[in-house]
């Protein structure tokens, strides 16, 4: 299973599945067991890429830095936007420059209707799927998901979802299961206390 413990195996957040750029700063988080990196290698990476749609191989640890690099980089465009700050300028330079990797134009193509999509010049290469995240993150940042972006409210968690209902607060069952467990052993704590 592409070097992932069973353990390790997570649920996609709201709204990875529309956005591979989502999912890419998702691909670092925390588990009981420690920290998890779905980019531990180059190996991983491609695995990573293939599952999502973005058929290439990362070669080496320039291309892996590449993609961690535009990880962090979009890591900290979400977080800009949750917060209502300005982003590093960095972070938006090399947003910008990912998305120049690879010259690209849309295309248009015919599924039971028009659909636009991205064609790559360099279809199955580390820069064409670079390329292709940044365009995507630079699309959620800047369109209609940008504001329904969130980072999970779950202590411990540094996963980020779509808020597609006023009420979540995390990014999956599993975080918000551990954060009504924490809240009823933080009552039932208080209430022993109080009668003692």
Not at 106 to 128: I, K, M
């Amino acid at each position: 299973m592409n070097g992932l413990r069973e353990a390790d195996m997570v649920t996609a957040a709201p709204g990875e599945d529309r956005s591979p750029a989502l999912a890419l700063v998702n691909t670092r988080r925390l588990t009981a067991a420690g920290p998890v990196d779905d980019l531990a290698s180059p190996g991983a990476a491609t695995d990573w890429l293939r599952q999502h749609g973005l058929a290439a191989a990362v070669s080496g640890t320039d291309e892996l830095g590449r993609l961690t690099d535009l990880r962090a980089a979009v890591r900290e465009l979400l977080a800009a936007l949750a917060d209502g700050r300005a982003p590093d300028a960095t972070a938006v330079e090399t947003v910008n420059a990912a998305a120049r990797a690879d010259a690209a134009a849309p295309r248009l193509t015919w599924r039971d209707g028009p659909v636009r999509e991205w064609h790559s010049t360099r279809p199955g290469s580390a820069d064409a799927a670079v390329a292709a995240l940044a365009r995507d993150a630079i699309e959620v940042v800047g369109g209609e998901l940008g504001p329904l972006v969130r980072p999970c409210e779950a202590h411990g968690c540094i996963r980020y979802y779509v808020r597609e209902h006023a009420r979540r607060r995390w990014c999956s069952t599993t975080c918000g299961d551990r954060v009504r467990a924490a809240r009823h052993h933080r009552l039932v704590v208080e209430q022993r206390e109080g009668s003692r």
